[in-house]
Every structure is written in structure tokens, then in C-alpha cells.
């Protein structure tokens, strides 16, 4: 039944009364990709957004050949509203319009629905309709592994026969990492983290995480950094495995949630991807003398030059068996070094590689004797003062870097004389002779001035000594106590310790302490002077008391001047005594159990026993 049977149009004015039907707008709910796979070629590619319904009246009856507009706009996004291709209902009402997402991120879609009754002149017949819908928009991602190279930026490469090139990190080193993540259509993805494994097949667990940058996708990963890799670890042995490939990945897995990973995400809207590269794996070595060939004294011409190397891997002080060492033995001509054929080794289990060559001095081989000349004319090339050398050189290999060793030892002539003609007064002699001529003097000096020493305190001990005597053997106490002070200040004047004739009492004890100190008690000193003032200050009479006191202190002061001097007294006492006669021991006389002196064949009970004899 035709709906214009329910309308009926009166006249009024220009455009008369309408009765205006209400429409319906029926949109399919969907989940939309920005890309899909072609199956003829297995790459991905763009896919649009296809809005599909039905526009129907109030009473379920279809409109067709109506036009439909559809714009859409990304939540979150800058990219703003987006208006999609135009498209009508088809004769059941039916519709399918395509909305293009090039340059749109994965998210979510508000989309916006519209029938205008005025674009399709229905303005007396129907009313306007919209719907407005939120489509989840999913996208494939793409990652790419950008570059991969040893340390912070560096990048190396290494190139096969075959002409397979790889890029290269070295054991137990940092390294670095720059990757991409992008969807299909090219829109970078950021503020995603990212896996990186190494060997994924067998090693599960990523060894670290990153974050792509926001507008960009981009990420610059690098080991040695603690903010990138707490650890800080490089490239580290796979079990027994030291050099060769290991498969880098670097994956984006929002739906994973892996220990040391990545966190998995709540509402994913971009599917996973990852990219592997495979990467050659080296060692830097370094080369190490084993049996050093250096000669201080030099080597005759005709001697045997042996050495050897040791190679060891850079990092782990691991030998490197069987490889090649290359050994170039070179000769100085005045101006430079010159080479002549080298020698070959391949290094042991033990990473050791040796050369031997003959010593020829001034020759060169392969050639005449230095100084002649050849049929042409030329001088013979000679090794100027019989200078040669043996540099090192590692040969690379492909798990291996080479490395050069220039700094080896100087192999030189002997230019000693035979020993029948050398002179006695070598540099060695020389330098002996010397030294004993030092010590000598030394010993010299010390002897002297402990004899200076030794002089200057037996003079004052004469002096102290004649005082001693003068005091026993005289009654003018006074005048003896007068002169030793005399005799002493005369001494010690002439030894530049009295500067000033004025110098007191107390100061000239002070300069007789500093010259004396250790060899007379200070005590001693101090009692000889207090005699000496009280001698001379004193208003009561110096008698006998006086006298023995300084003769006891006078004593004192010898007697330690003359230990200190090594000089003794020999002193006997009954100790040292040795009885003329000893007791006598009768025959037969013996000590029994007690202790007791016994007598053989005499009873200590039986006084009388009639033995006789």
C-alpha cells in the first residue's frame, strides 16, 4: 500500500499543511580494520571503514534511492571530522557506504549517521534522522628493526665471501638498538613498550623493554644505559656459545604479560607484530707476549730469536684456538722499517702461537753481506746497528676482530767485548767501587765524631776528677769547688756553649745539660750547681758536710761519664772468690735413700760390730 494514502495535502497559503512522517535510521554495529591480508600476495593492506543499515518510515516501509550522509571522527584524535563517500539506499532501503581511513590511528570511531529531508526533497513528506555510533577501529602494526651496532652508535658490519653482509655486535659488550612501529597505512604508534629478545626460540624471557616516542614510533634503545637496562649487561655467552649469529627480536606484544617484560594492555586496538634480524656476533682479543725475546745484553749474529704470543679473548681472558698469527719480522735501515717475509702460526688449545728465526746481525737474508754490492751496482741492504723487530698481527676472521701488536720488544747486536779484553772499570765496577767509597767515608765520618765525643767527655771527666781528687786531699773546699767551675766554663767557652760572660748560674747548667744529655744524670748536674751557688752565696760556713756531698756528686757524674765511655772497674767480692781448698770425700762414702751421708761396712746402730781390718 502506497504511504501516500495516509497523507493528505490542504491548501493553505503558498505550500498548504503537511502531515511529515517520521523516519528510522538501522545502523549494523561492526568492529572495523584499517588493513587486511591479501591472500595472492600475503602483504598487508589498507582497508576501509564500511558503514552499513536500512533507512525505513514510521511504519516499517522502506525508503529507497534516499541519500545517506556519513562523517566520522577518531576520539582523542587531532585528525578532526571525516566525512566518508556518498551513497543511497538501495530500492529495500538498504545501504553501504565507504568511509576511507587513510592517515587514521587505531582507536575508537564516533560515527555519525544522517538522513536530510531537504537534500532528497522530502521535506513535505518526511522528517530528518540521525544515529550516532562508537566503532572500535583496530589496525595491524608493522615494526622494523632500523639499525643494530656495538656501543651507544656505532655501527659495524661484516661481509662474507658470498657476499652475505650481517650486522655485528661483540661478546661481552654493549650495544644498541633503533626500531619502528607503524600500522599498516604508515602512522607511527607511540607510547607503546616494546619486547627485545635475543635467540627468542630458546631464551622466552625479553632481556629488556622500551618505549616508542609519541608522534614519532620511534625507539633508540641502548644496553650500557641503567635507565634503558638496570642491568647494564651487553652481549652475554648463550650458554656454551660465545661468538657466532643470534636472532635480535624486537616485538610488540600488547596481549602478553611476560616476567621482565612488558605489562599486557586492558583494551588493545593495534595487533601484534615483531621483526627479527640476525646478528653476527665477534670478539676483540688481545694479544699478550708468552715467551719474551728481548735481550738486554744483545744477540751475536748466527743465535736462534724464539717467541711466542698468547691470544686471549678481550673480555673473558679466554684463549683463541686456531686461528692464524701472522709474524712480521722487520729490519732497521736508517729511515724506516722494512719487512722481509713473515711467518705463520695457528694458535694452540691454549691460544699460543710462536716464531723462530736466525739472528744475522747487519745481514739482511735473501741477501749479500752488508756493505758489498750486487752485480748492478747497488749496495746490499743492511740492518743499520743490527737493529731488528718482530711485530704481532692477528688475522681477522669472521668471528673474530683483528688486532695489530707494534709495540714489541727491540732485538739488537752485542757490542760486549770477550772477556779477556774488557776493561776492569766497567760501569758496574764503577758504580761499586763508588758505593763502598761512600760507605766508607760514612763509617769515617762516624768514627770521627763519636771520637770527638768520646775526647770532649774525657776531658771533662779530667776535669771533675782532678776537682774529686783536690776536694779529698785539700781543706780548701771553696776555693776547689771555685776552680772546677772555672775549668768547666774555660772548656765549654772554647766549645762555643758560653756566648755571654754574664750567663748566669742556671743558664750555663742549661748549656752543660744540652752538651751532656744522656751521659750525666741531670739530677747530679742540678746538685753540683746548688753546691757551686751555695759555695759562693752562702753566709754560713762550708765544712765537711758540704765536702762529702760534693764528693758524692762529683762521683756520680764520673762514674756515668765512664760507663757511658765503655770503661769499667774491676770490683772483687767473695762471688768471684775461689776457694784454694775443697771439702774432702772419705773412701767408700756414698748418699743413701734419706739423703744421708753413709760409709760403706759401718753400722750407724751397732757402734762397735768387731769388724776390723
Known sequence: MNSDHYRKVMQFQVDGFS??????????????????????????????????????????????????????????????????????????GFFEIVCPLSGVTAGQARVNIQFNSYENNDRYRYSNSSSTRIFPVFSNSTMQIMEVGPFRSDVDTYTFQNGSEFPVVYLKESFHVEALLTQVNGNPIGGKCLNLYINPETNTRPIGTMITEDGTGTVKWFSGDPEDNPSR??????????????????????????????????????????????????????????????????????????????????????AVAGETVIFKIQYWNGTGWVNIPPQYDVTNEQGEAEFNFTYLGEDVPFSGECGGIDTFGNPWPCAV????????????????????????????????????????????????????????????????????????????RGILTDSLM????????????????????????????????????????????????????????????????????????????????????????????????????????????SSMYDSVTRAGEFIDSDGQVRLAGVDENDPDSGFRI
Not at 522502506?62 to 584524535?77: G, H
Open 19 to 92: 502531515l511529515i512522517g517520521r523516519t528510522q535510521l538501522s545502523v549494523d554495529d561492526q568492529i572495523v580494520y584499517t588493513s587486511e591480508i591479501d591472500p595472492n600476495t600475503g602483504q598487508a593492506i589498507e582497508k576501509p571503514m564500511i558503514v552499513t543499515g536500512q533507512l525505513t518510515d514510521e511504519l516499517g516501509s522502506n525508503l529507497s534511492n534516499r541519500a545517506i550522509r556519513i562523517t566520522y571522527e577518531m576520539i582523542d584524535s587531532s585528525l578532526g571530522v571525516i566525512s566518508c563517500l556518498p551513497g543511497t539506499t538501495d530500492v529495500n
Open 233 to 318: 649487561r651487553g652481549i652475554e655467552p648463550d650458554g656454551e656459545s660465545l661468538e657466532g649469529f643470534r636472532t635480535l627480536r624486537v616485538a610488540y606484544e600488547p596481549d602478553r604479560e611476560l616476567p621482565g617484560g612488558c605489562r599486557a594492555e586492558t583494551t588493545p586496538v593495534v595487533n601484534s607484530s615483531f621483526m627479527d634480524i640476525e646478528v653476527l656476533v665477534r670478539s676483540r682479543v688481545d694479544i699478550l707476549l708468552k715467551d719474551h725475546w728481548s735481550d738486554p745484553v744483545g744477540y751475536k749474529p748466527g743465535d736462534d730469536i724464539t717467541g711466542s704470543v698468547a691470544i686471549l679473548r678481550d673480555r673473558l681472558d679466554v
Open 385 to 460: 746497528d743490527g737493529q731488528w723487530r718482530v711485530t704481532v698481527h692477528f688475522q681477522e676472521s669472521s668471528f673474530y676482530q683483528g688486532e695489530d701488536l707494534e709495540n714489541t720488544p727491540l732485538i739488537k747486536m752485542d757490542t760486549t767485548q770477550p772477556e779477556g779484553q774488557t776493561s776492569f772499570l766497567t760501569a758496574q765496577v764503577t758504580v761499586v767501587l763508588m758505593i763502598a767509597l761512600s760507605f766508607a767515608l760514612l763509617i769515617g765520618a762516624i768514627m770521627y765524631r763519636n771520637y770527638a765525643e768520646r775526647r770532649r767527655i774525657e776531658i771533662i
Open 470 to 577: 783536690s776536694l779529698k786531699a785539700s781543706n780548701d773546699f771553696i776555693q776547689t769547688i771555685f776552680n772546677c767551675y772555672k775549668d768547666l766554663v774555660r772548656f765549654f767557652r772554647k766549645r762555643g756553649a758560653m756566648k755571654k760572660v754574664y750567663e748566669t748560674t742556671r743558664e750555663f747548667e742549661d748549656a752543660l745539660n744540652s752538651m751532656l744529655g744522656g751521659i750525666a744524670p741531670p739530677e747530679a748536674l742540678d746538685e753540683f750547681f746548688a753546691i757551686f751557688e751555695e759555695a759562693r752565696y752562702s753566709n754560713h760556713e762550708i765544712g765537711a758536710e758540704q765536702r762529702d756531698r760534693a764528693i758524692s756528686t762529683l762521683q756520680s757524674i764520673i762514674n756515668h761519664m765512664t760507663a757511658s765511655l765503655g770503661d769499667s772497674v774491676l770490683v772483687r767480692t767473695l762471688d768471684n772468690e
